[in-house]
């Protein structure tokens, strides 16, 4: 099956990780994106983790499933090879995706005299227009200084606020091509970074805490806020992430560990109602107690065992080697993955889109390109260039082709 | 303006994080998105934090924008009601949102005979359809094992998995709506919550780091991997993030510092070229010794004196209190937001989405609905019911307006 946005056509001169992973998001959905970078890659090109050979996995694992063409964007030339790409003709084309400073040459009303109704999605820093990157905007969110154990904040090490901003990227594309497709009108799009994270933070109820109670969340561990659920070590040295929200849950881990009747205790001890979350929260360090030992008594394995079908929500630490070597999810056991050839990789396990579709399937797993390894063929297919047409630019340093490694 | 969406309709039945931000996020682009709750709310009506009234702060915030129908979907004649508004005609309708379990009667194969075309969005915890909830796959990602500074694991209090999920959620739903105006034909769309952690955990190069590298990535704190970043304490006991990626931040920061000729001893001392990121992060103790001093000697205030409009990039950390309080992009000023009346909460600075349309502008922020405020509307509507038998409806509890507080 050729994916639900196999007809769509999006051009995307990005870095790092938020608009690469929304061209991404759509590509892993059939849509044909198209990044265009400067001959040699863009800044994001050798980024850590490599490979022996130098490839970057990072770069790799955020490309899969597009094209890559390489154009020296800082040629007069070059940029009008670039515009043409970008406003190509086509009804379901004509969309460019880009996080770099839109200099002459990429503003919209300038791109937009080779195409009316082109639409054009652009993430910046702060809707001021000021800079801003995934880390100078998490320290600013509040959740730093609520992980952990207190004492000094705590960056998360997800990029959540650029995987949150990719995908409001693909929403909004989409958004932007339904609106397009009624009124013949294209638009520029704009999304700041420390608008997903303060969008994020105001939908989770945060900011209504402070302003409704005057309360600011503290760090409390790894326990849960105002339901029951924390970390449990066992006794080869793992770890267990126990939850409890609804009552049913609830009941199910008295069941399975049979410590119904000593956690029973835990209510009137504490004088809470464990029927309900708030109780569960106030008395979570007496259950713990009762908990631990259970958990201490047992391997990772013989947790498992026992939880596992049980109805308990609970699941395992797992580092991220763990997690390749342990866990069936990640495995061509979920149809989520599955084995690609990757130019510096080799061949690895790597994702198709998470979306499942029942009438357009899913797209299988797809490797990124190599660099520069779609330029002539692009050019050929979009603006009809001949071999000697392209064999001038590339002899002239205007385009180039991939890389011999 | 209306919004980008304001012709379509969708029914969600939901609860927690991931299908609420989902179809919020598809109400703040003017979609009508009507939640359908159980009389009383659903399992998520009283999720901390709560307002001094009760209100569910977290409930509010995840349901701006909607609509709200409360229906006994436990009885036969409450579910004819809820397939009746879920199957409603129209074009631009026919969609369902949910993350509960599909019993019986919200099954896609039934809900279809009420509905050829419909659209269902279906969240499930694990791809095999068992359950997991946020935290209890993210101790599975790999992340908390490499947050923090080691010994044990970390959990991020931000439920990012959610976040992410209810995103590919918005983004599936346009990309089946799309399909649909094409082909005339629904379908059932399927996003399992680990999947969109190993999707992420993938996108981001982890497991390519394990299959070619056998490399696991171990915690190191506030540090940027590979690049060179951390958090500095100033003065006045507080912390900024300073980060440089580019050679252009890092010139900026030994620019604005003063500190440029001894930043620069850094690299011949520690035998790296500090023009390179992999340099930087290599020498990033030294690099951090040189620095601590000179935001040591600074308050907050004065770091954001002298490093503003540098083109160094930093921010500084704040708790969601400072957040509120401090950081003017979380005020009126930015046009993320605005102020509404939040029945429970009172008037308060609530977010409209992030994405901006240069065509069709940005919804403004609107409060959540009160439980069950809109069933006697939305069944008028939709259903064409009579004040009359609405009344014999409530009266027998198959349906409930909003409840008095």
Chains 1, 2 share one sequence.
Not at 71 to 77: G, L
Not at 168 to 192: F, H, I, K, P
Not at 391 to 401: F, M, N, T, Y
Request: charged fraction near 20%; hydrophobic fraction near 40%; aromatic fraction near 6%.
């Amino acid at each position: 099956m050729p994916g639900i946005l196999s007809d769509l056509r999006i051009v995307e001169v990005s870095a790092f990780v938020a608009a690469p992973l929304g061209g991404m998001t759509l590509a892993q959905l059939g849509a044909d994106v198209i990044r265009i970078d400067p001959i040699g890659g863009n800044i994001d090109i050798g980024r850590w983790p490599l490979a022996p050979d130098g490839t970057s996995l990072y770069w790799a694992s955020l490309n899969k499933a597009k094209r890559s063409v390489c154009i020296a964007v800082n040629t007069p030339e070059g940029q009008e090879i670039a515009r043409a790409l970008i406003c190509a003709p086509g009804e379901n084309a004509g969309f460019l995706l880009t996080n770099l400073p839109t200099g002459t040459w990429m503003g919209y009303e300038t791109l937009r005299k080779g195409r009316d109704d082109l639409i054009m999605l652009r993430l910046i820093g702060n809707s001021d227009g000021s800079g801003a990157v995934d880390y100078t905007i998490n320290c600013a969110s509040g959740f730093p200084m609520a992980t952990g154990r207190g004492g000094e904040p705590v960056n998360h090490v997800l990029p959540a606020w650029d995987v949150a901003a990719g995908l409001y990227l693909s929403t909004g594309l989409l958004a932007a091509d339904r609106a397009r497709q009624r009124t013949g009108r294209g638009q520029e799009v704009t999304l700041a970074l420390s608008d997903v994270m303060l969008a994020t933070v105001s939908n989770l109820g945060y900011l209504a805490d402070v302003q409704v109670n005057n309360a600011v969340r503290p760090p409390i561990g790894n326990d849960l806020y105002g339901a029951f659920g924390r970390d449990f070590p066992t006794r080869d040295g793992r770890r267990a992430m126990l939850v409890a929200i609804s009552n049913r849950q609830w009941r199910a881990i008295g069941k399975a560990t049979g410590l119904a009747a000593q956690l029973a205790m835990v209510g009137p001890m504490m004088q809470v109602d464990l029927d309900t979350e708030a109780g569960r929260f106030a008395a979570r360090h007496a259950i713990c107690a009762v908990l631990e030992p259970w958990f201490a008594a047992r391997t990772l394995a013989e947790v498992h065992e026992k939880l596992d079908g049980s109805g308990v929500l609970w699941g395992p630490y797992q580092d991220f080697g763990q997690l390749v070597h342990e866990d069936s999810r990640c495995s061509a056991v979920n149809p989520l993955f599955g084995e690609i050839d990757q130019p510096g990789a080799g061949r690895i396990l790597a994702n198709a889109g998470p979306l499942g579709f029942s009438e357009n399937g899913r797209v299988p797993p797809a490797p990124a390109p190599r660099l520069g390894e779609h330029t002539e063929s692009v050019l050929s297919e979009l603006l009809g260039l001949s071999s000697a047409q392209y064999g001038r630019l590339h002899d002239a340093g205007i385009v180039a082709g991939p890389a011999a490694r």
